[in-house]
């Protein structure tokens, strides 16, 4: 075993009980593996941006190397650029396979004008790059939304219906029964939602039966989330167990032995001023 | 009767820490001494098995992946799955994601699978386009153009020179999509902005907690089955014959659920009580 990996194992092992250890109280340990999973994940993010879309898709539409000419005006600017970094702008153009496209500055301002805001006299430029990326989100989900989300599940909702090939009821596949649980599920639920008219009489019965599907829905939500959760835990857990082993210097153990004679010490003198959990709860 | 009450109350009561400690020790102690329960497949695993399994050889097949190390437990053994059986049957590889540490899972399966397991040839079995930044946008452009959003694979060397894609234009040129998602972009965005406007089939393996987002577009036809989290993954396993990290974590899921369960009812028990003793006086 490397020394890498075994360095590798042991910051895993302490960054993982670091962050169990909030299970017991607020600590420095947790702290420390909070603040540098935020300050890695911001520049793993920022590096991986970079390198997959602003210097080869931006940069390298800018200033590809097929149309590399020394005497252009445009790619002496490049030139220049090269000096400051050797590695964003290589010698001879950037050679992503793609060709010139000039048009590309327009979104470079606007990214430019995102970074502005840092700037408080001219944050006001980040408006026009932010306008630009609300209208086109906005914009491609209406579409998405629509075509799948309204239109794909009102088919999906009744089509079953006709179909006579249909079984009447079927606990584990499609069913005409089912098709009905789905329909009136999806009216009440959405008449539940409807405000014009206090819920009253007929209403006010068929929304509360949309609760009970919806109740059902958070119930089942919840049960997915507990899953999910301790699918998690296990997995940390399989990894725990892994580095335990004399291969990686039972990091595991030390490491645990280690933060609960610190944490122990730290309560039996008193000095803990970390939030308990169940006081985080309260 | 009254000391049971009393221990119930008690029981609803304590420290948030020892339920903790319960739950670490239920899931500790099977993955040690595995018991190894019984997994079925359910209807939407089986249909994801059914859809790969009825694909032609040498289809194309694009798998996306798009999940962080955080979700791995649930995603990856998905992903390991889905490879080996598309593998198995000589269908074509693409690989993107929409994810940026989805790159690395991917790197990390690929070679777990398509190298060590297959022996297959890069570039000619299976191509790795890698993360491109964007999220739906991104999607939008492996629909309409993906040789233009994708010039250079992740190890940079130009798509036009990888023999493999050849022929591959847009999304439409895939026989099938499969997606291993854990959140925004993922799954959702694949159905509303690829599968749905071009009517390429699609499967995907989603986290626990996407479960109940995802589900209305299986049930509607719009997605070909789902892989449920951890359970979904292992039924895969069962059903490819090929046993992996999910199978061995169901023992611990199965017992940690039953204690959940016990808490909740226990909880539940306590808190009738409390609120009878309470109106009582």
Same mark, same amino acid.
């Given at each position: 075993m490397s020394m890498t990996a075994i360095l590798g194992a042991w910051i895993a092992?302490? @960054?993982? @009980?670091?962050?169990? *250890?909030? @299970?017991y109280k607020d600590n420095p340990f947790y702290k420390i593996a909070e603040h540098l999973f935020v300050g890695i994940s911001a520049g793993y993010w920022t590096s991986i941006f970079f390198w997959t879309q602003i210097q080869p898709n931006l940069f390298g539409r800018l200033w590809p190397s097929s149309e590399f000419s020394t005497d252009s005006f445009w790619y002496t600017i490049?030139?220049?650029l090269g000096y400051l970094s050797s590695s964003v702008f290589p010698e001879g153009g950037i050679d992503k396979g793609h060709d010139m496209h000039l048009i590309y500055l327009l979104p470079m301002a606007l990214g430019i004008m995102m970074l502005l805001s840092l700037i408080p006299k001219i944050n006001w430029f980040a408006r026009w790059g932010i306008a630009y990326t609300v209208g086109m989100a906005a914009g491609l989900r209406a579409y998405g939304y629509l075509n799948s989300n309204v239109i794909g599940q009102i088919k999906g909702t009744a089509a079953s219906f006709a179909d006579p090939n249909l079984p009447f009821f079927s606990l584990t596949s499609p069913s005409i029964f089912n098709s009905i649980v789905i329909l009136v599920g999806t009216i009440t639920g959405l008449l539940y939602f409807y405000f014009s008219k206090e819920h009253k009489g007929l209403l006010g019965k068929v929304s509360k039966v949309g609760i009970y599907f919806l109740m059902i829905s958070f119930g089942a939500s919840f049960g997915f989330a507990v899953m999910g959760r301790i699918s998690l835990l296990i997995g940390r857990f399989v990894d725990l167990i892994k580095y335990s082993g004399s291969e990686y210097l039972n990091a595991t153990v030390w490491v645990l032995v280690i933060m609960i004679i610190i944490l122990g010490y730290d309560a039996f003198k008193g *000095?803990?001023?970390?939030?308990?959990? *169940?006081?985080?709860?309260? | 009767m009254k000391a049971f009450t009393d221990l119930i109350l008690k029981i609803g009561r304590v420290d948030r820490r020892w339920i903790f400690l319960v739950l670490a020790i239920v899931v500790f102690i099977p993955i040690l001494t595995p018991i190894g329960m019984p997994i079925r497949a359910t209807v939407t695993t089986k249909v994801v098995y059914d859809a790969i399994e009825n694909l032609p050889p040498n289809s194309k097949v694009l798998?996306?992946?798009?999940?962080?190390p955080s979700t791995k437990p649930e995603n990856h053994p998905m992903t390991i799955s889905i490879l080996r059986h598309l593998f198995k049957n000589d269908h074509k590889v693409f690989v993107t994601c929409l994810w940026p540490d989805g790159?690395?899972?991917a790197q990390d399966a690929l070679k777990q699978v398509a190298d060590e397991e297959f022996g297959k040839i890069y570039g000619e079995d299976y191509v790795f386009l890698g993360f491109r930044p964007g999220n739906e946008a991104v999607v939008k452009g492996i $629909?309409?153009?993906?040789?233009?959003?994708?010039?250079?694979? $992740?190890?940079?060397?130009?798509?036009d020179e990888i023999p493999l894609m050849k022929d591959v234009n847009k999304f439409s040129d895939f026989a099938f999509l499969f997606t291993s998602s854990a959140g925004y972009p993922g799954t959702i965005e694949w159905v509303q902005y690829a599968a749905d406007p071009t009517g390429v089939p699609i499967s995907s393996g989603v986290t626990s907690i996407q479960v109940n987002e995802v589900m209305p577009y299986v049930q509607s036809g719009q997605?070909?089955?789902v892989l449920a989290g951890m359970p979904g993954a292992a039924e895969?396993?069962?059903l490819i014959d090929q046993k992996g990290s999910a199978t061995s974590g169901m023992d611990a899921q199965s017992i940690a659920h039953l204690v959940i369960v016990l808490f909740i009812i226990l909880g539940n028990a306590a808190f009738f009580i409390e609120r009878k003793h309470s109106k009582k006086y």
């Open positions: 092992v302490f @960054l993982t @009980l670091g962050i169990f *250890s909030y @299970l490049y030139n220049g *000095s803990g001023k970390g939030t308990t959990v *169940s006081e985080d709860a309260v | 798998v996306s992946v798009e999940y962080s790159q690395f899972m $629909v309409s153009n993906i040789r233009k959003l994708y010039t250079v694979d $992740v190890y940079q060397t130009k798509v997605m070909q089955g895969y396993e069962a």
